[in-house]
């Protein structure tokens, strides 16, 4: 059964993730490039071709939209699952504000 409160859009957006208090990657690392596969107004899915050692608090940085400051909660090789910090109506503000239209729902699901 699926837990999620908000719908996810399919995404492919560059961005870069940055590591926080401590934690590394395994190349000892803190910032790594990846792709963002999808997001909510809660979370997002990024895509990388490092590994993590451990979950940490992070930034997600996505030019056209700024930094989100986040949670690692989940790991499967090189995909991370994100979790923000911020409240939804102001993660949609900002994604909706830099792209218009782009369909992500700052509703729960029913």
């Given at each position: 059964m699926d837990k999620r409160r908000y719908r996810r859009k399919t995404v492919m957006w560059s961005g870069k993730l940055s590591l926080l208090w401590g934690a590394?990657?395994?190349?000892?690392?803190?910032?790594?490039?990846?792709?963002v596969?999808?997001?909510s107004v809660?979370?997002?899915?990024?895509?990388?071709?490092?590994f993590f050692s451990g979950s940490a608090?992070?930034?997600?940085?996505?030019?056209r939209f700024?930094?989100?400051?986040?949670?690692?909660?989940?790991?499967?090789g090189h995909v991370v699952g994100l979790n923000f910090m911020d409240p939804p109506d102001e993660i949609?503000?900002?994604?909706?504000?830099?792209?218009?239209?782009?369909?992500?729902?700052?509703?729960?699901?029913s």
């Open positions: 590394r990657l395994l190349g000892d690392e803190q910032t790594v490039p990846g792709i596969r999808d997001m809660t979370g997002a899915k990024f895509q990388t071709k490092d608090h992070a930034i997600l940085e996505i030019p700024g930094t989100f400051k986040c949670n690692l909660v989940w790991q499967k949609f503000e900002t994604v909706n504000s830099a792209l218009p239209g782009i369909g992500l729902d700052p509703n729960p699901i």
